[in-house]
């Protein structure tokens, strides 16, 4: 059974510090890692990771994967309140057809208070 | 603009009540999902369909049912059988292997 867990589950830190939100997976098959931004409702896209050691980096977020280690981690640099959301990972795997199949971790709950 | 829309917001089912949540794509994806989240849980897959007239049930499909007759459409019901069915639900769609698209949601409660 696939399987993605995020760690810490919640974290509270002071405008301006920096993050490190952490995933690893056990996935056969694997096909890509993605990160979502959840606040209120929809998850809204951040990154998709195909490939070990290339970073991917918008604004002050930026993740890596480690497809060796089975792991990537997100970070957040300068955080702001804006930040304050649930962050999902979720790991894709190839599917018997045209469309990848994902499965998700519990999601690490940030809070950047002033 | 396109994008996905759910349909209701708000949802309240009595006991013992079939309800159908609509989930309407204009992005042309072939492939759609549908996602039950719960409070301090992630996403877990409900069914999923690849493409018109074809679907699979996902992870948690038990008491819950779907149908794809348009490529646009994919509406889930929510079936008597399903014991526990207060939830946050999402509808999803992607094209080939790239991120999945999320609808707003659809907060479905039992009275």
């Known amino acids: 059974e696939d399987k993605v867990v995020q760690s810490p589950l919640s974290l509270v830190v002071h405008e301006g510090d920096t993050v490190t939100l952490n995933c690893s997976y056990e996935v056969t098959n694997f096909r890509s890692l993605l990160w979502y931004k959840q606040e209120k409702k929809a998850p809204t896209f951040l990154f998709m990771l195909?490939?070990?050691?290339i970073e991917k980096k918008s604004g002050r977020l930026s993740s890596i994967l480690d497809k060796k280690e089975l792991f990537s981690i997100l970070n957040i640099t300068a955080t702001q309140t804006g930040d304050s959301a649930i962050y999902l990972c979720a790991v894709g795997s190839l599917n018997t057809g045209t469309a990848s199949k994902l499965t998700f971790g519990t999601g690490t709950r940030l809070q950047v208070t002033l | 603009d396109g994008g996905i829309t759910q349909s209701p917001k708000y949802l309240f089912r009595k006991e013992g009540q079939n309800v159908t949540l609509s989930c309407e794509q204009n992005?042309?994806?072939?492939?759609m999902y549908w996602y039950r989240q719960d409070p301090g849980q992630g996403l877990r897959l409900i069914y999923y369909s690849q493409i018109v007239n074809d679907f699979q049930k996902g992870d948690i499909a038990e008491g819950y049912s779907v149908s794809r007759e348009k490529k646009e459409s994919f509406p889930l019901t929510v079936t008597s059988a399903q014991k526990n069915p207060t939830a946050f639900y999402l509808c999803?769609?992607?094209?080939?292997?790239?991120?999945?698209?999320f609808g707003p949601g659809t907060r479905l409660t039992v009275l």
């Open positions: 999803a769609s992607t094209a080939g292997y790239n991120e999945q698209f």
């Open positions: 992005l042309n994806h072939d492939a």
């Open positions: 195909t490939s070990s050691g």
